[in-house]
């Protein structure tokens, strides 16, 4: 069976790496904008080109799968498409894997959420995915980032940020009813009022850190996905915990699980009205001990096992992750 917790996951992995008995695994793998060059800058070599941080020994080769010579496609263990509906190449052997990889939510993309056929293995958020993955990237890092002094906030300043470029039906109609009961500081198109160099120190720094800079001038930052999916996450939830802000939240059903603690975000539902939520961020930004509550998983030493679980099989481990699982089909293949 699938593992379901953690603890299952690396028992699995282990007897995985210990059953491969140091076979390679071959991957040739596209790219795309949600999976480039600059994602694999992480990726680090042996000097027999296999991957240096994995128990299996997997050679990960990016290509683009159309240029393959029929040769070089049959020495693939597995071909790794990126938010491909169907496979560019068939299968050059019976035996060989087709991986479909994904972290668009099904609402907006179906056609790579197929589970039906063409694919063998398929890699995205939700964790009914062969292998699940998430954004999440160095946690233990959010650890030594200290959170916003709310007691040193300018009061002339809103004390929530907001970024987003994608208009949805929630963003448009749910935030200007908040903004009647407290300012916010909009720095995307989506409801914009704010320039990005009211904060100056932040003008240097290229646009991811441009953003991350951002988020860290405020106290609190909304989170609002362009849907609720379960299991869908993105990185602009983890961005606001690496800045030292608190998420306001509204995504997936179940996304209270996958946070450090359930009590390190404040969730719009959790309000039955907007004037309720915004009497509650009042409260917080005036009470600088309520406020630090929702920080204290910064230096508890365990976080919840359904954020461990998403570390541990997050994009930092996605490609290792990856060539288990084809090793792991090579195993009861017998091959």
Not at 58 to 71: H, K, Q
Not at 72 to 79: K, R, Y
Not at 185 to 213: M, Q, R
Request: proline fraction near 6%; include cysteine; charge should be negative.
């Amino acid at each position: 069976p699938k593992p379901t917790n953690l603890e299952e996951w690396k028992r699995l992995h282990y007897l995985v790496s210990y059953l491969n008995n140091e076979q390679k695994v071959m991957i040739y793998a596209t790219q795309k904008d949600s999976y480039k060059s600059d994602d694999s800058v992480k990726l680090k070599y042996k000097f027999d080109k296999t991957l240096s941080t994995c128990e299996v020994p997997c050679t990960w080769n990016e290509t683009r799968i159309e240029d393959l010579t029929s040769a070089e496609l049959e020495t693939a263990d597995a071909i790794f498409y990126v938010d491909q509906p169907t496979p560019l190449r068939s299968k050059a052997w019976r035996g060989q894997k087709l991986i479909q990889y994904t972290l668009e939510p099904v609402a907006y993309y179906p056609q790579y959420h197929d589970k039906r056929k063409y694919f063998d293995i398929h890699v995205s958020f939700d964790e009914d995915s062969e292998v699940p993955t998430s954004f999440i990237s160095d946690p233990e890092k959010w650890r030594t980032k200290q959170p916003y002094d709310i007691a040193k906030h300018p009061s002339n300043i809103p004390a929530i940020s907001f970024i987003a470029s994608h208009w949805t039906k929630f963003r448009e109609s749910w935030i200007p009813t908040f903004q009647e009961h407290i300012p916010i500081a909009s720095f995307g198109s989506v409801h914009w009022n704010t320039n990005f160099d009211i904060h100056p120190e932040c003008a240097n720094s290229d646009s991811y850190e441009l953003k991350l800079c951002i988020i860290s001038k405020y106290p609190f930052h909304l989170y609002i996905e362009t849907s609720q999916e379960k299991d869908y996450t993105t990185d602009k939830l983890w961005d606001v915990f690496k800045s030292g802000s608190v998420p306001i939240i509204w995504g997936a059903p179940n996304i209270r699980s996958h946070l450090p603690h359930p009590e390190s975000a404040i969730f719009i539902d959790d309000f039955p009205n907007v004037k309720a939520l915004a009497d509650h961020l009042k409260y917080l930004i005036e009470n600088k001990s309520a406020y630090l509550e929702y920080h204290k998983w910064r230096t508890m030493k365990e976080w919840s096992e359904g954020f461990e679980r998403k570390t541990y099989m997050s994009i930092d481990n996605m490609e290792c992750n990856v060539c288990k699982e084809v090793a792991r089909l090579r195993i009861l293949e017998g091959r």
